[in-house]
């Protein structure tokens, strides 16, 4: 069993292959955790270190690809040169029901492909131009999102009066997103900003946009979904549970969420938010502007979610409260059945996990509640609240990395050898060529849900399925035993 | 306001103990309903509205409108120059892919090859943020060098640019020879460069940009007195890792010596050992350079390099060979002038191979005959695939080009003009996969011929996709075949016959109603 000193001295092993200059930086950002800390003790948020292969994205993947991207029945427009959208296009499973190309446009890509001279006479009057082009061929689409990238930010073009000029004209919102990719440290600025426009662009006019369901009356049940981006459908379950303990989603944000269910949020009682990361700068707005309070739920894993559930039903009176337990109990068979089958393969495996968002600390029950151990754990762009929310999920020992450099977390999973690799794409082959299993925890390797009960039987299946995958015992071949 | 009528949460899976993924749970009646009951929220059109908008996009009107698009693009198969320039810096020993700019673009690079390729690919930026867009780039890419050469010991950095270090114009050449003579990184470190804004041409333009960067770096001073006896290969943006080893195997057979720039097969297909290898690109750096005096430099994709032949004609003054061994025709005249600049006969191997490849065709061309084609991608690509639909009788009618040029665009047209097959045929170029769309709705095809994204076609118009091209995401292991010579030929007829005859099935396949024709020998 690794102490927290023999732990220490293997991250300063790993550091010591860095040049002066950026061994310095990058030791603010590795720890280990000691016991009862009420934080995790590293820096967040910073610049990453030039050259040392970050896995950090930009702004613009934070607002098209997490925040706004989403929004079903809108089109969102990748502002500037073809790469941006065309790399992004399709790629993160954010789950939607409607008819693509005519009333929701989610995996498609629309750019404004910048040409050099674009870049030299500006952009603004092609953008101009492009959303008449909008309005001609998707007569059905609820608005228009524009996420400008790199160049459009540096050569001064107008993409507020564009929006301004455009919106009156077409009657339908157009919301400029200031995301240009070299603003911020990673894509967590991106979804900030995101936000900011929907503060600024969206609220102040959504009781003009907005249009009730026929009859509707605001309910002492209503809430929003906030946060769930519907990957691999995840936002699904989650909404049928607090459908079925009695609660009234009346929007989801943004995983198969519309333009109106955006301009609903304001008439919930609460906002219910799953990725805090990215999505908690318009929870506090509205809870300054409209006295909506707002609670941070986790639905990996029957513990937490038995724990959310009653803490979302602790907000509302008896008869929810009396509804959650009932749900929580009708779903304990199906529980102990998953456990029953799946402990008994997983127990005691260690994992070491890097992801985004919320996952590096919400994940991290879900594990325990199949009997496997996190000992690894860091965010590609969390800030300081995060780091501190996960030292209430970790336990002793557990090293701590943030904004992980391809060097060390290769070096840091060679000597802790964990059993379980979850993090993302670009580090899936590189683990899987060291005989390392490894799941995506970004797309969910392809599938999920992974939110909910439904969805923690998926997880448990596929953590399984990685872990006693029977091709790794065909890696050695016979003859060199 | 529709009740919520089906709050309850199934109690029970359908089936005890199966567990139910996105593929069969979001089908159940519970989530049909939760989906039912979600809509009214959602501001949604009414449904008919939502039919008759869709029939609407089928039509000849919308089609017009549609082309007269001038300010938007929808669904381009094109990408942008760093891309190219990455994929073509890993065929080389040792080599750190370097991107010097904003840090999102390289996240979104790797992202992008690692899922077409089921590989770990690394490649580093200069990380550049706010500061940088207003004081210059300098002071990343001296850390960046620093850093990435200590951590990573690369034999050598090929850095392209983002967007953004040319918007801002960083010079960097001289930032990179500033941080060589700080002593940053080794004086003697190939550290190659090209400029590589995303809004000039596209991934094949930085392919071009890279390779003749590479090729001025390691190459500079070793023109040697005598040729070296070796022919030089390079195969462009082409994503078939099979075509580079069937390519060496053929050179093998014939007994050539050669030197393939950038071989990127194994970087894209390494093999497990259970230790991860950060660098498999197998032209070395001492071949690379030595590439300078061979006998002459074969090019199968003359769309992509036109820099680089440019710079081989007359700076090497070495001479250049442009060659599509696709189908059974372009690899004949490919075979037939390696033949007669080595003075070497085609291998017997070889002509047994051409043999069985036709006997293969012949078995198969009446299910292709006739069959109208749309197919889209880089003009090379879509240049072999056309050459070859046209020796199956296969008549190609929507050829979408996103990265189309003049030159090529009339060197095509001449090839379909001279076949009988080819009358049919339009070449679109510039267009992208929405203009295919209407293409597609308006004048219907039998068959198209594209990458992953022709599926979302294939859903709208029904029409049977035949996945050959860049990226192909949602379907394993296509990279590792040849689609180049005889082999080549055999397999890309293979998909296409395949796909058309599963297509059959799949239409007669209703008992009592269709399946008359689902028959067992076919």
Redo the contacts between chains.
């Keep these: 069993m690794a102490t927290v000193e023999d732990r220490k001295a293997l991250v300063q092993e790993v550091l010591e ?3 002066a ?2 061994k310095k930086s990058r030791s603010k950002h590795l720890n280990v955790t000691e016991a009862d800390a009420s934080d995790c003790g590293v820096k967040s948020n910073k ?15 934070g607002a098209k690809g997490v925040v706004w991207g989403p929004v079903k ?1 809108m089109i969102h427009i990748s502002h ?5 959208g ?6 993160r499973r954010n ?1 939607y ?1 409607g ?5 929701t446009f989610g ?10 001279r ?2 030299v006479f500006g952009g603004d009057k ?2 101009d ?2 959303i008449d ?2 309005e ?2 998707f ?2 689409s ?1 608005g228009t999102t524009i996420e400008s ?3 459009v ?3 001064g073009d107008d993409i507020e009066a564009v929006a301004r000029k455009q919106a009156k004209k077409t009657g339908k919102p157009v919301v400029p997103v200031r995301c240009e ?5 990673s ?1 967590s600025l991106g979804h900030h900003i995101a936000n900011d426009t929907v503060r600024d662009w969206v609220l102040p006019k959504a009781d003009e946009y ?2 009730l ?5 605001p309910g002492p049940y209503d809430v929003n979904i906030i946060g769930d981006y519907n990957i ?2 995840d936002a ?2 989650s ?3 607090l ?2 303990i ?1 609660l ?5 944000f943004s995983g ?1 969420g ?4 955006v301009v ?1 949020t304001p008439l919930a009682k609460m906002n219910l938010i799953h990725c805090y990361r990215s999505m908690n700068y318009i929870c506090r707005f509205m809870e300054e502007k409209y006295q909506i309070p707002w609670l941070e739920y986790n639905f990996f894993g029957p513990t937490q979610i038995a724990k959310s559930l009653r803490k979302i039903a602790a907000q509302f009176d008896e008869t929810i409260q009396a509804k959650a337990e009932e ?1 929580i109990a ?2 304990q ?2 529980m102990d ?2 456990l029953d089958k799946y402990r008994a393969r997983l127990e005691g495996k260690e994992v070491m996990m890097m992801v985004g968002g919320l996952r590096p600390r919400h994940v991290v029950p879900a594990f325990e509640d199949l009997g496997m151990k996190v000992i690894g754990t860091g965010y590609e762009f969390g800030h300081g609240d995060d780091y501190k929310r996960t030292a209430d999920y970790v336990g002793e020992g557990t090293v701590i990395y943030d904004d992980v ?3 060390e977390f ?1 070096e840091l999973a060679k000597k802790m050898k964990p059993d379980l690799i979850a993090a993302g ?2 580090e ?8 390392l299993p490894f799941r995506q925890m970004h797309s969910w390797d392809y ?3 992974y939110h909910g ?2 969805g923690f ?2 997880f ?2 596929d953590m399984d399925m990685a872990i006693n995958n029977p091709t790794w015992s065909l ?2 071949a016979p003859w060199a035993e | 306001m529709t009740e919520n009528t089906n709050p309850q949460v199934p109690a029970n899976p359908s089936e005890p103990g199966k567990i139910q993924d996105h593929f069969d749970l979001f089908h159940t009646d519970t989530y049909q309903d939760l989906f039912e009951y979600k809509r009214q929220f959602e501001g949604a059109h009414d449904r008919d509205l939502v039919t008759e908008t869709a029939e609407w996009t089928k039509s000849w009107e919308y089609r017009e409108k549609n082309f007269s698009r001038e300010a938007l693009t929808i669904n381009p198969a094109k990408a942008c120059q760093p891309l190219g320039s990455l994929f073509v810096a890993s065929g080389f020993e040792g080599t750190l892919p370097y991107s010097h700019g904003s840090q999102g673009c390289v996240a979104y690079f790797r992202t992008h090859l690692t899922r077409n390729y089921k590989e770990p690919f690394q490649a580093v930026s200069s990380s550049m943020t706010e500061d940088a867009a207003v004081f210059g780039g300098l002071n990343n890419l001296k850390n960046g060098l620093q850093n990435s050469y200590e951590l990573y010991k690369p034999k050598m950095i090929a850095l392209c640019t983002t967007c953004m270090a040319e918007v801002i114009g960083d010079d960097i050449g001289a930032f990179i020879q500033t941080a060589k003579n700080e002593e940053l990184i080794p004086q003697e470190l190939p550290v190659p460069a090209a400029h590589t804004p995303s809004f000039v041409g596209s991934h094949i333009t930085g392919y071009d940009n890279m390779l003749v960067s590479i090729l001025k770096t390691l190459t500079a001073g070793k023109k040697a007195e005598t040729t070296n006896g070796k022919f030089n290969f390079n195969l462009g943006f082409d994503p078939y890792i099979g075509n580079l080893r069937e390519l060496k195997r053929i050179l093998g057979l014939f007994g050539i010596d050669y030197t393939i720039l950038s071989d990127n097969s194994d970087t894209f297909d390494s093999p497990n050992t259970g230790e991860f290898k950060m660098y498999n690109g197998l032209t070395t750096l001492e071949e690379a350079g030595d590439s300078i005096n061979a006998e002459g430099s074969f090019f199968f994709q003359k769309y992509t390099t036109p820099k680089t032949q440019d710079y081989i004609t007359k700076e090497w003054a070495q001479k250049t060979y442009n060659f599509r061994p696709f189908g059974i025709k372009g690899t004949d005249e490919f075979l037939m002038a390696l033949s007669a600049v080595t003075g070497k006969a085609i291998p017997q191997e070889l002509q047994q191979e051409r043999g069985r490849a036709v006997d293969a065709m012949t078995d198969s061309q009446a299910w292709i005959h006739g069959k109208r084609v749309a197919l889209y991608g880089d003009p090379d690509h879509v240049f072999g695939i056309t050459q070859f639909l046209l020796e199956m009788g296969a008549e190609p009618v929507h050829i979408v080009v996103t990265n189309s040029n003049p030159d090529f665009e009339a060197e095509l047209r001449e090839v379909l003009t001279n076949s009988p097959y080819g009358q049919e045929a339009t070449i679109w170029g510039k267009k992208d996969l929405w203009h295919l769309r209407s293409l597609m709705f308006t004048e219907p095809v039998d068959l198209l011929i594209g990458n992953s994204y022709g599926k979302y076609l294939w859903r709208d118009t029904h029409t049977p996709l035949v996945r050959i091209g860049y990226p192909i995401f949602d379907r394993h292991h296509m990279h590792r075949y040849a689609t180049l010579g005889y082999q080549g030929a055999i397999n890309q007829f293979n998909w296409i016959v395949n796909t058309i005859l599963d297509e059959l099935d799949r239409k007669t396949i209703i008992p009592s109603k269709t399946d008359i024709s689902f028959d067992l020998i076919r």
Aim: charged share 20%; hydrophobic share 35%; aromatic share 12%.
């Design positions: 292959a860095y040049p200059k950026a610049k990453s270190v030039p050259g040392v292969m970050t896995t950090r994205g930009c702004a613009y993947a029945d500037g040169p073809v790469g941006c065309y790399y992004s296009w399709s790629g789950y029901i008819t693509t190309g005519v009333d995996t498609m890509q629309f750019t404004s492909d910048f040409q050099e674009d870049i092609k953008l131009k492009l082009e909008l001609v061929l007569p059905l609820k990238e790199c160049p930010g540096l050569i990719g070299f603003r911020g440290v894509q907005r249009q369901p026929e009859g509707y009356e691999g459908g699904w379950p909404r049928l549970l459908e079925a009695g009234r989603v009346i929007c989801q198969d519309t333009f109106n269910e609903m749900v009708s779903f068979p199906r059945a998953i450099s391809g060097f290769e794409i670009k899936k082959y590189v683990f899987q060529k060291m005989a599938s999920g849900p009960y439904e039987e998926v448990a299946r890696v050695n």
